[in-house]
């Protein structure tokens, strides 16, 4: 069987040079292309990358993500900064494109897929529910994307549980105290040397609370799901968001 061919844009990076790792270590993947910042994308066409694992910066995604697609070139994308303009944009590039695929996927790790799936279930059962992410301090964007997902499916289920806003007696309060509002659901961010990346979503109830959290450890956590990605975009056209959905977690 033909080995799939891959790239990697943001390969110097954190996360990107653990992915050159990964890709070169797959039996069933070639890795054919690894840029960093400032080197041609034509590369990927003269190296005949089929999927290009983007892990660059929210500044330089866009611009990667629109040749990949005029080139038939599937996406794996970790890189944050997502807004619903954004994802407009990406989807009309590729309703020209109809038989690429773009991975969007703004947590790799099996465990904070979970986190986000288990606050999801669980949100609707309490009143209060706050997002506390935790990140290293070379990190770029605030809050996380993982967080800004978890916040907006947890907004989503209690939504559609018909749940009442949460209880917050607040009427003074220092600019950002009470952390970013996303769909009604408070996102808190720290930023500490010491840390990868880390999550808390605290539920509170009558009497009692909940605490779910997951903790990435190495940039190791993130390489299976970005394989498994790579494996299933290439017959996954559009875009599919989340990581659940290859993971048949949906
Ligand atoms: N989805 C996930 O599971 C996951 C996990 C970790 C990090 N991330 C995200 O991945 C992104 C990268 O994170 P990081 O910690 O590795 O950052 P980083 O700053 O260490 O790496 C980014 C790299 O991209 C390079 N770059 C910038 N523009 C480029 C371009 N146009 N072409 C090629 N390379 C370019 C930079 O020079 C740098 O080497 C961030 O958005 C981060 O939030 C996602
Ligand atoms: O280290 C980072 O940067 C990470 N970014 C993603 C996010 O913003 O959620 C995933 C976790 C690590």
């Avoid at 309703?95 to 099996?110: H, K, M, R």
């Avoid at 465990?111 to 290293?136: I, N, R, W």
């Avoid at 605290?202 to 190495?218: A, F, K, M, N, Q």
Wanted: net charge negative.
């Amino acid at each position: 069987m033909s080995k799939l061919r891959v790239a990697v844009l943001g390969a110097k990076g954190r996360i990107g040079s653990e992915a050159v790792r990964a890709v070169e270590a797959a039996e069933d993947m070639e890795l054919v292309a690894a840029l960093g910042s400032g080197d041609k994308l034509e590369t990927l066409v003269v190296a005949g990358a089929q999927v290009a694992v983007e892990l660059t910066t929210p500044a330089s995604v866009m611009g990667n993500l629109d040749f990949c697609v005029r080139h038939g070139i599937h996406g794996v994308v970790g890189t944050t900064g997502w807004t619903e303009d954004r994802l407009a944009q990406l989807k009309g590039w590729l309703a020209q494109s109809p038989e690429t695929g773009v991975l969007i996927a703004p947590n790799f790790s099996i465990g904070a897929v979970l986190t986000m799936k288990f606050a999801e279930v669980a949100a609707p059962y309490f009143e209060s529910v706050e997002v506390v992410e935790l990140h290293h301090p070379n990190k770029v964007d605030a809050p996380s994307g993982t967080a800004t997902r978890t916040a907006q499916l947890i907004a989503a289920a209690r939504e559609k549980a018909g749940s009442v806003p949460q209880p917050d007696a607040t009427v003074t309060a220092l600019d950002g105290a009470r952390g970013a509002d996303v769909g009604g659901v408070p996102v808190h961010a720290v930023r500490l040397r010491g840390l990868l990346a880390h999550q808390e979503v605290l539920l509170g109830g009558e009497g009692e609370t909940l605490t779910i959290r997951h903790d990435s450890l190495h940039h190791s956590s993130f390489m299976p799901g970005i394989l498994l990605g790579v494996r299933r975009v290439v017959t996954a056209p559009g875009l599919t968001f989340g990581l659940e959905h290859f993971l048949d977690l949906k």
